[in-house]
């Protein structure tokens, strides 16, 4: 699995094409995220962005172009997509927690059963966990007796306990109703200061212009423009970008 | 306090209000007779007249059960448990019920829920026989099943015992039921052939254990091929994908009593030729197994396609496997949205055993038909039938009843806090 090109590049895009049916969907769409490196993407509802960071752990299949995960290529190979699997962690709009297990189990399921993880062992990191997103209380509840902020802290518990090297991050914020935002921006805010790489989709600029150390604007299935906070948000080149932030920030 | 609605800045100063309790006439048995049966003048009318035709149904049915011949369904009642099995072996289906009786005690100890409902059942039931004067010996058998049941209840909530064993318990007790009913085990194909006690010929196995057995085996082997053919039925592989569709369609175009004649025609066809002639009895669990899988799996797979696609999604960002994720995530929730659907296709499978009094055998519908025969009531005036019958009925509700019940406690119990 060694013998990376760059050691500190950990996610490699190059000229990857997706299409639905006859739909271009991403647009020979390259981008590297370094080690620790947090990367908000941004861009208007189908723009590519979600099937763009769906891409990376083959939740959706690109059909031409090269995908590099920490050195794994990622091909039709089960055991490459497993790995990387492993090594990114994913957190999703709606949360998708498993509704039949408790929080404890929906943190503990993967360790025991792909990490192969003691029980004893992954039930005490599951706790660590709980108590770093702030809920260990929640532990022995099930999801549904959750707010969907509590839910969304859950996920991303659940997502580290496979102590990813890389979390992706599909719109977190964006079922939530707007006074529990915060606490799921704090938690992510958390990470990103801990060091974990990250690649987040999101509307939440504030969290971009705070957090990101890079921010990809995305439209129409390409990335359009790539820059650091201050960059987007007082200087952006393209009219497009232009636009989009215009609306937005208003 | 009221708002004052005409201004255009007020504060409820009143806040929080107290509670205060609803007028008398909303709440308790007043409330309940006025808000359920005499609502309004269509809805007294409706209560009065099914008061009626309740009086009529009830008092005609308690003079007809209390002036009917229930003698040949009393002295027959060896039959109707057990059919023909042999009177001097008779320990060896107590044996079993003994067995079943302390899986059953354990189970409800160890897991409580539907179990304990279940054992409760099975305990009345027990308690019921051992009062009934049917017979010392099945007395006394019956009250040693209820204190196994007893005792069995007692360790299992005390002892820790692994559910893992305990389900192996339960997979172990089918077969074993079958060695020592028939006595041994006599299997010419495998060159097996040992014994404990004479054997005892399937075609002597009879009435309700025989229906129990249908359906347990039924319901026991359906459901793993069920599942797995509602897997195969979504798989992408078209030979599998296919196969199992052809399958499901084909079973349930045919209605279950042609694939019972054709189980006791046709299966000897499909078998390796040296495998002999399977017993009368195997060849009507086939039919009804093969049949009741494929509903099963139509069932299983409502289920399936009610699970959201971000579950799997989630359970591969994890990195589960396909099969990881099927076991833990996918199954789990299927199943649990189909429990009243499957468990009402296992009511009919129950009463679908009827059918196999039409191949020739002597489960409880056949015996009772055989009693209805007999020489000794042919003078009875208006003869016997209706007494039998409606025997018969009360057995097959019986147990139906409690898999409904069974059914609605598990529902409510894996309802997971429903908020999602």
């Known amino acids: 699995m060694a013998g990376h090109a760059e050691d500190t590049d950990i996610i490699i895009v190059r000229n990857v094409n997706k299409w639905y049916g006859d739909f271009h969907a991403l647009k020979n769409v390259s981008l590297t995220v370094k080690r620790k490196e947090v990367v908000v993407i941004i861009g208007p509802s189908g723009s590519g962005k979600s099937t763009f960071i769906r891409t990376i752990n083959r939740l959706e299949e690109h059909q031409s172009g090269e995908i590099i995960v920490d050195g794994i290529p990622l091909t039709h190979d089960v055991r490459n997509i497993e790995a990387i699997r492993m090594e990114t962690g994913m957190v999703f709009q709606q949360f998708n927690l498993f509704p039949h297990l408790t929080v404890l189990q929906n943190i503990t399921l993967a360790p025991i059963h792909v990490r192969k993880m003691k029980k004893k062992d992954a039930e005490e990191r599951a706790m660590q966990l709980l108590e770093r997103v702030g809920i260990p209380e929640q532990a022995h509840k099930y999801p549904g007796q959750l707010s969907g902020g509590q839910q969304q802290r859950v996920a991303i518990a659940r997502a580290l306990a496979m102590q990813p090297k890389i979390m992706l991050f599909d719109e977190p914020t964006s079922a939530l109703d707007p006074e529990m935002i915060r606490e799921v921006l704090e938690v992510m805010e958390e990470l990103a200061e801990s060091g974990m790489t990250m690649v987040v989709v999101t509307h939440e600029m504030g969290f971009a212009k705070g957090v990101a150390d890079r921010i990809v604007f995305m439209d129409g299935g390409e990335i359009v423009e790539i820059g650091t906070p201050e960059h987007f948000f007082t200087n952006p080149q393209h009219d497009r970008t232009k636009l989009f932030l215009q609306q937005i920030l208003k | ?420």
Not at chain 2, 34 to 44: D, I, P
């Open chain 2, 1 to 420: 306090m009221t708002t004052e609605i005409r201004s255009t800045t007020w504060v409820n100063t009143n806040h929080p209000a107290p509670a205060q309790k609803p007028p008398v006439t909303e709440v308790g048995p007043i409330g309940w007779l006025r808000a359920n049966l005499f609502s309004s003048v269509g809805n007294t009318i409706l209560t009065l007249v099914t008061a009626v035709a309740l009086y009529f149904i009830v008092t005609g049915l308690v003079r007809w059960v209390s002036g009917a011949f229930w003698q040949p369904v009393w002295e027959n009642r060896k039959l109707f448990a057990v059919g023909l099995y042999p009177v001097a072996q008779m320990w060896q289906p107590a044996a079993v019920l003994l067995m079943v009786s302390a899986l059953f005690g354990l189970s409800a100890g160890r897991w409580g829920s539907i179990m304990r409902n279940l054992g409760v059942g099975l305990a009345a039931l027990l308690l019921l026989f051992a009062i009934i004067p049917i017979g010392a010996q099945a007395q006394l058998v019956m009250a040693a099943g209820l204190g196994l049941l007893l005792i069995g209840y007692g360790v299992g909530a005390r002892v820790p015992i692994p559910s893992r064993w305990l389900a192996l318990g339960w997979v172990v007790s089918l077969p074993l039921t079958f060695i020592l009913l028939g006595g041994g085990v006599n299997l010419p194909a495998l060159g097996v052939r040992w014994q404990f006690a004479p054997f005892v010929e399937v075609n002597l196995w009879g009435g309700l254990m025989l229906t129990m057995l249908l359906a347990v085996v039924g319901i026991a082997l359906s459901f793993p091929i069920g599942v797995l053919l509602a897997l195969g039925r979504r798989s992408k592989l078209p030979v599998i994908k296919w196969f199992c569709i052809g399958y499901i369609e084909l079973i349930r175009g045919v209605p279950l009593i042609t694939l019972l004649f054709m189980g006791m025609t046709m299966l000897p066809l499909f078998l390796p030729s040296g495998w002999g002639n399977p017993s009368l009895l195997v060849r009507a669990m086939t039919a009804i197994t093969l049949f009741s899988a494929a509903y099963l799996a139509e069932n299983v797979r409502g289920g399936l396609q009610a699970i959201p696609k971000g579950q799997y999604e989630a359970a591969d960002a994890l990195g589960l496997s396909a099969f990881d994720s099927l076991r833990f995530i996918i199954l789990p929730q299927a199943l649990t949205k189909v429990i009243p659907a499957i468990v009402g296709q296992f009511i009919g499978l129950f009463k679908d055993t009827s059918l196999a009094s039409l191949v020739g055998l002597l489960e409880l519908v056949a015996v009772g038909k055989a009693v209805i025969q007999q020489p000794e009531w042919l003078g009875t005036p208006g003869g016997i039938a209706r007494e039998v019958y409606v025997f018969i009925a009360v057995v097959f509700f019986v147990f139906s009843y409690g898999m409904s019940f069974a059914s609605r406690k598990l529902e409510s119990k894996l309802g997971f806090g429903k908020r999602q």
